[in-house]
Each structure stands twice: as C-alpha cells, then as structure tokens.
C-alpha cells in the first residue's frame, strides 16, 4: 500500500466513522478538535479498531496518540512504518 492510500484510508475512516464533514477535515487539527468527542477514550478505541482492520495490522494508537494534541498526520506517521 503506497503511502498516499494509507492518507487516504486514515481520512476516509475519520470522515466516514467519526462524523468531520470532509471540508472540515484538516491534517494538522487535533483530533479532539475535529470531534470533541475525542476527548472520550471509547472514540479513540473505536478508530483504533477501525484502523488495524482495514490496514490488517495492530495501530496501537491507545498508547501512542492523545487526541488533545495528536493529529491526523501523526496518526498516518504511526502507521507508515508499520506497513513495511
């Protein structure tokens, strides 16, 4: 999977599951600030298990990312280096 398939999964599985209108999806905004929901950790598991099945590999994002401060980019840098 290129690197640009990988982007476009991680978008689509926030726009599509997590209710960010796409013009509103940004790459560097935190995930909380994308959906103040975020700040549920049942939202972040939920994307965590979204994410390992469709990329058929464990994200571990429950121990690395904080959705105050992490990003749709750095969710995608977490996961590039999985893939190889």
Do not use: C
Not at 29 to 54: C, I, V
């Amino acid at each position: 999977m290129t690197k640009q398939e990988q982007l476009d999964l991680i978008k689509t599985t926030l726009v599509m599951h997590f209710d960010i209108p796409e013009n509103e999806f940004n790459w560097e905004a935190s995930l909380k600030t994308l959906n103040s929901d975020f700040m549920f950790l049942a939202y972040l598991a939920d994307l965590e298990r979204l994410l390992s099945g469709a990329f058929k590999i464990k994200v571990p994002l429950l121990e690395n990312i904080s959705a105050s401060f992490h990003t749709p980019n750095d969710i995608a840098k977490l996961v590039h280096p999985l893939m190889k």
